[in-house]
């Protein structure tokens, strides 16, 4: 279990994480006339008095609802890429996302730049097999124009009925024109966690994604390694184009390879009070093994929080490019009517103070990752097999189905960065037996 580092305890993490977020959140909200100033009465009674004139004098009729759902969208957008307002659809997805299934194509999207860009598809999901990538940038969807609208509404416009196609423009570095890929939504399973044991007794874990099983996926991939291979001589977790997802599993993921004690992340808000430091108890046998992290610009926030963790605490060594850079801390406050707001509240910061934030995770040792023999330009459209951190799929390996998967030998011939990670630990064990003798 990870704790506050502050007098008071809950009995559990994400009610821990979720008295933190409502403390930052609502204690203004719930006595506003303590916390906002004259002038910003001022200024919401010039928003009423708009609404007022829009809802008598346009020259049609306007929903009043509509018009209230325009306004918090503008406010909410006018603060950063991640600030949202949520109808009750988008709201009742974001909730099933978080428990591991929804409908849509699987990718993982923000605002960078300027542009709408893949932070990272879902592995496995229909984008993902189709052949988008991270780093790729969304120009139109179904042929329109996406200019001004915010996340939530691109996401809502990716998702729908299973079965339906949406038709995806993409402009990609090595395109010399925008490419459209037709992709047909499903039910989005997200598995988290999937295995390998590699040579020299060497285990692989790879986390996709952060969502409520996560972590007991990664202890019961980890228990099955240490089983097959004893001892095992290391262990590479991969966590690139991992895009985050809960908190509160990139805790207790850290938890795992760290040492009571530890800090993991400290949270900081707006007032100094509400600053919270996470940091790891001592609930049983740790790995041992050395450990090797990789990553790329599609590992972001949760995947960030755990990459810096272990890097701050010299826990394992990060190979790879530098990470996303997503370090802010979002809060989810429901009304009354279903929808909510998703705002910024906090940034995070590593156990040494650094800031994720727009910065990322620096690897310890840098390794581009180098596309394999098989061009794209001699291929009709990217396929699978051919994209960054590529993982053989279940028809490939025969892999065990279910919550975690676990996966025969990977190919470290075209996964120049995972072959790097497995030379540098067999030459770690064979100078640790070197010194033993």
Same mark, same amino acid.
């Given at each position: 279990m990870v704790r506050f580092m502050t007098p008071f305890k809950q009995s559990l993490m994400f009610r821990m994480i979720q008295l933190f977020v409502v403390l930052l959140l609502l204690v203004h909200y719930s006595n506003p006339a303590a916390a906002v100033e004259q002038n910003s009465y001022d200024n919401l009674k010039i928003v009423n008095d708009a609404f007022v004139i829009i809802e008598k004098n346009y020259f049609e009729p306007v929903?009043? @609802? @509509?018009?209230?759902?325009?306004? *918090?969208?503008?406010? *909410?957008?006018?603060?950063? $890429?991640?600030?949202?307002? *949520?109808?009750a659809d988008m709201y009742r997805e974001l909730e099933a996302e978080t428990k591991g299934s929804y409908g849509g194509i699987g990718l993982e999207i923000a605002v960078l730049n300027d542009v709408l860009t893949v932070i990272s598809p879902v592995e496995g999901a229909p984008a993902y097999r189709a052949g988008i990538r991270a780093g790729d940038q969304i120009i139109k969807i179904n042929d329109k124009s996406i200019k001004g609208l915010s996340i939530a509404d691109l996401t809502g416009k990716l998702r729908g009925a299973v079965g339906t196609k949406v038709k995806v423009t993409i402009m990609r570095k090595g395109f010399t024109k925008p490419r459209d890929f037709i992709v047909t939504r499903a039910i989005i399973n997200m598995q988290s966690v999937s295995y390998s044991n590699l040579e020299h007794n060497i285990g692989y874990i790879r986390i996709s994604h952060f969502q409520a099983k996560t972590t007991d996926e990664l202890k019961q991939a980890y228990s099955d390694l240490a089983k097959r291979s004893k001892p095992l001589t290391g262990l590479i977790l991969d966590l690139r184009n991992n895009p985050g997802g809960l908190l509160e599993q990139s805790l207790t993921v850290s938890e795992f390879f760290l040492e009571g004690g530890s800090s993991i992340v400290s949270i900081k808000g707006r007032n100094a009070s509400d600053d919270v430091t996470f940091t790891a108890e001592a609930d049983g046998e740790k790995p041992t093994c050395p450990i090797i992290i990789l990553i790329n610009e599609g590992s972001a926030s949760a995947a960030e929080i755990v990459t810096g963790a272990l890097q701050d605490n010299g826990r394992?060594?990060? *190979?790879?490019?530098?990470?996303f850079g997503k370090g802010s801390v979002q809060g989810v406050i429901p009304f009354e009517d279903g929808s909510a707001?998703?705002?910024?509240?906090?940034?995070?910061?590593? $156990? @040494?103070?650094?800031?994720?934030?727009?910065?990322?995770?620096? $690897?310890?040792? @840098?390794v581009e990752f180098a596309e394999p023999a098989e061009k794209e330009e001699e291929q009709p459209a990217a396929r699978e097999k051919d994209i960054e951190g590529h993982i053989k799929g279940d028809e490939e390996h025969g892999a065990v189905q279910g919550s975690i998967q676990a996966k025969g030998d990977l190919d470290a011939m075209k996964d120049n960065q995972l072959k790097a990670a497995i030379e540098l630990l067999k030459s770690w064990d064979i100078l640790r037996t070197m010194e033993k003798k």
């Open positions: 929903d009043s @609802k @509509k018009l209230v759902q325009g306004a *918090l969208n503008g406010m *909410l957008q006018s603060l950063d $890429p991640h600030s949202a307002y *949520l109808t394992a060594v990060i *190979l790879g490019i530098r990470t707001m998703m705002l910024t509240v906090a940034r995070y910061y590593t $156990p @040494k103070g650094r800031s994720i934030q727009a910065e990322g995770i620096i $690897p310890d040792i @840098k």
